[in-house]
Structures are given as C-alpha cells and as structure tokens.
C-alpha cells in the first residue's frame, strides 16, 4: 500500500528564517510527486510535480527535491504570506490517483 | 476557465437526513476525483471516474455513499442516511488524462452533520 509521512507537523518560523519540510514516500514504482499548499477554507492548490530522483523545481521562495525516498520543500527567506498548510502527494505507476500526506502546517511571523 | 466549482460551501443537516454535494469539474478534463479531508486521516480518496464511467470506489466507506456522474460537467456525492461520524470537508478534483497531469481541486463543502 502507498504511504506518505510528512513531518513535522507543524512548524514556525520568523519571517526570513529559512528551512525545509520534509514527505518520505512508500510506493511501488513512482510515477510523480506532487506538492501542494493549501490555505484555510481553500482547497489545495498545486505547486510542483517531481519525476524522478535528483529532480529540482523551483517557484519563487520555494524549492523542491526529490529522492529515491523522500521529498523536501526548502523555503528560503519566507514571508508571512507563505504561512499554510504544505501537502505531498504520490501517484504510482499505472494508477490516475494521488495519495496524500497528512501535511505540514506552516507558520511564518512578522 | 472558472476552475473546479463545487456546491454547497456548508452544508449543516441532522442525522439521518439526505445529503447532496455536486461538483462541476473543469472543461475537458477526464477525471473527477471525491476526496474526504478531516483532521484525524487527512485527505482520503473515496472515488474516481474516467470519462464519466466509475473506475475506483474502494475508499466509499459504506453503501450510504453514492457517487455519479451524468455527464461530463457535473457529478453528485450523496449520503444516505447521513451520520455525525460523516462530518468532513469534502473536495472534488478534476484532471487530464493526459502527460501525469496535476489534480485541481475546488474549495470543498464543509458537512456538519448534528
């Protein structure tokens, strides 16, 4: 069965104060993976698409990176306006599905 | 193009009544996807469809949920009789066939059921 763990769970930060959230993955044969934000009473809004190992994208403060087993999203010198709710989300070879993480609650203070 | 429209945005019932959420997924996209989110299990499938055909509803908890999809811009999730244990956010998603495309989601019904 496809697993998804994120961690941590939540996480606070100073405005400016860079870091990195972290979705390890169990899946047989990956076919993407995808991270999303998700704001309060919104749903989840697509960020990045990962194929395979050692793959990189990048979206204003945010980077994305892939492992043969886990993913990382850096975000470098946040704003408060990137506080939400940070997703992973896997789809297997074959299958049309993602299968989602519990998420990473992100916080960011003026 | 609007993106995925769902309705209602809240929806507050007592127990036992029926219950109805709709979704209008985007134009041209192949897939619709019925997501459940609450705090303890996060975001869980429920079902999907292929050019309005169901292809996937392991994740339909029990036979009080029906799912369908008459045409390709409008699909219905009901519950039957609904329970309190039903209370969730509940989001339709849409996607391409196509190039492992991303899903799109709407901004969800919120069910409270008392």
Same mark, same amino acid.
């Given at each position: ?7 941590? !769970?939540?996480? &606070?930060?100073? !405005? ?6 972290? /979705? ?20 989840? $809004? ?9 793959? #990189? +994208? ?6 994305? *990176?892939?492992?043969?087993? $886990? ?16 997703? /992973? ?15 990473? %609650? ?5 | ?7 209602? %945005?809240? #929806?507050?019932? !007592?127990?036992?009544? $029926?219950? *109805?959420? %709709? /979704? ?16 303890? &299990?996060?975001? !869980? ?16 908890? $029990?036979? %009080?949920?029906?799912? +369908?999809?008459?045409?390709? =811009?409008?699909? *219905?999730?009901?519950?039957?009789? =609904?329970?309190?244990?039903? =209370?969730?956010?509940?989001? /339709? ?20 059921? *008392?």
């Amino acid at each position: 069965e496809d697993q998804v763990t994120q961690s941590p !769970e939540a996480l &606070r930060l100073q !405005e400016g104060e860079s870091s990195s959230l972290n /979705c390890s993955y169990t899946v047989s044969g990956l076919r993407g993976l995808f991270w999303y934000r998700q704001d309060p009473g919104k749903g989840p $809004e697509f960020l990045f698409t990962l194929y395979s190992a050692g793959e #990189e +994208k990048e979206k204003e403060r945010l980077k994305a *990176t892939l492992t043969k087993k $886990e993913s990382f999203l850096h975000i470098t010198a946040p704003k408060p306006e990137d506080s939400a709710t940070y997703l /992973c989300a896997v789809r297997r070879q074959g299958a049309q599905k993602l299968v989602f993480g519990q998420g990473t %609650r992100l916080t960011i203070n003026p | 193009d609007a993106g995925v429209i769902q309705s209602p %945005r809240h #929806e507050v019932t !007592e127990m036992g009544q $029926e219950v *109805t959420l %709709r /979704c209008k997924p985007i134009s041209g996209h192949d897939y619709l996807f019925w997501y459940r989110q609450t705090m303890m &299990r996060g975001l !869980e499938l429920l079902i999907y469809f292929n050019n309005n055909v169901p292809i996937d509803d392991s994740g339909m908890p $029990e036979d %009080r949920f029906s799912a +369908k999809m008459p045409n390709a =811009s409008f699909s *219905t999730l009901k519950i039957q009789p =609904s329970e309190p244990r039903d =209370s969730a956010v509940y989001f /339709c998603a849409s996607s391409f066939r196509v190039s492992n495309s991303p899903l799109h989601f709407g901004n969800g019904t919120r069910l409270t059921v *008392t």
